[in-house]
């Protein structure tokens, strides 16, 4: 498997892997698949638990039946754990590295409800970027939803980036939900799941299936 002789019957081979049976190039056929996860707040985005809180991992898992639970389910960026919304999984690697990689730019739309109201200039800061510590945002979407509610749409996925851009503007984020990735958009209920179709991937993800 790329490269290593591996032993153990079991071992994970996920597509993009090279596989070689003495000496001879296989060619496994491995869909794509990705689906959408309603993350409920709580929950992290980590493989193990330090805190004892209860992962995506262990609840999405939870809640697919065979064959799709027989997949490593790889989490497509990360959300905090008083984050609710769209979480994106997928078996794919390639994904993943598309999906979180910063050149892409794929949008990410957020709802804050915020400690309120944020004036217009406030707004407009969060549109035309401003500096964190680890440098300037770009340019984002920013509208008033309700009085204390921002939708603000990013192109970049800092750690913790709508938190510190809705505190660095003087309105600290209380809640916080992601509703869309690119052109897919979050449709099923808190603690639910359901597979991308192709066009989600190829289109709404601007990701090429081969
Ligand atoms: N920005 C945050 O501050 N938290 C998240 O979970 C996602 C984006």
Known sequence: LDGRVEREPFAPVRPGMEVRVDGQVRHLVAPVL?????????????????EGVGTVFECLRERLTPPLRDHEWLAVGRLDRDTTGL???????????????PERHLPKRYVAGVVGPPPEEALRRLR???VLEDGPTRPAGARLRAPDVVELTLTEGRNHQVKRMLAAVGHPVRTLHREAVGGVTLDVPEGAWRLLTDGEVTQGLSFALS
């Open 128 to 130: 035309e970027g401003l």
């Open 87 to 101: 979480l994106l999984f997928t078996n794919d690697e390639r994904l993943v590295q598309h999906g979180t990689s």
């Open 34 to 50: 990705a689906l959408m996860f309603h993350k409920p707040a709580g929950l992290v985005v980590h493989g193990s638990d330090a």
